[in-house]
């Protein structure tokens, strides 16, 4: 039975010392500690806080990845990207916080006309099917204002599948366009 209350014993100081140590230690802290002034931030869903990265560097990033393989649902280099797992991966170098999901990176960042989308700006698009008015690929634009709207993403065409680059002006993505997002400020 001795033992029973020493393993008893020797498991709580464990637990108190993993759990209830810190906080306790902290509260009678022989150093007065100056109160934290609480500042409002207003963040954006997905966002990370220290989302002020330079453009040029997520689109030389992402353009280092030209040529990786499409893979459904992959989000490495080793195994290839689908589109969102492609513009998560880009935007995680840069601790950018971004979901890898199509659907809901519709609602990252802040809208942007189509026609202010600049480098480092996301870029949505419907599924291919004609009907098709959701969310169903993604890519991260590498023109300038005013130029044609270039992208670049992870394509799942039959004809040069994988990490690519191309325009939306006079092509299928045209139709497909959704909406422009910017999550560098």
Not at 10 to 27: C, D, E, K, Y
Not at 141 to 154: A, D, K, W
Not at 162 to 181: C, L, P
Request: net charge positive; charged share 15%.
């Amino acid at each position: 039975m001795r033992y029973v209350w020493i393993t008893f014993i020797a498991l709580s100081l464990i637990l108190l010392a993993v759990f209830g140590w810190p906080q306790w230690r902290l509260s009678f802290s022989p150093v007065p500690r100056a109160p934290v002034a609480e500042l409002p931030v207003q963040r954006t869903a997905w966002v990370s806080p220290r989302a002020a990265t330079r453009p040029d560097s997520v689109v030389g990033f992402a353009m280092r990845q030209l040529g990786t393989n499409y893979c459904y649902a992959g989000s490495t280099p080793a195994t290839g990207f689908d589109c969102s797992g492609f513009v998560q991966y880009v935007f995680n170098k840069f601790n950018v916080a971004v979901p890898h999901s199509t659907s809901l990176l519709i609602s990252v960042g802040r809208l942007v006309p189509r026609e202010q989308a600049r480098r480092g700006d996301i870029v949505v698009f419907t599924g291919t099917a004609a009907t098709s008015t959701t969310p169903g690929h993604a890519g991260i634009v590498i023109s300038e204002p005013g130029q044609p709207l270039r992208f670049i993403h992870s394509s799942s065409a039959r004809r040069e599948s994988g990490v690519k680059i191309s325009q939306v002006e006079g092509t299928d993505y045209e139709r497909r366009f959704m909406a422009v997002r910017r999550v560098l400020f």
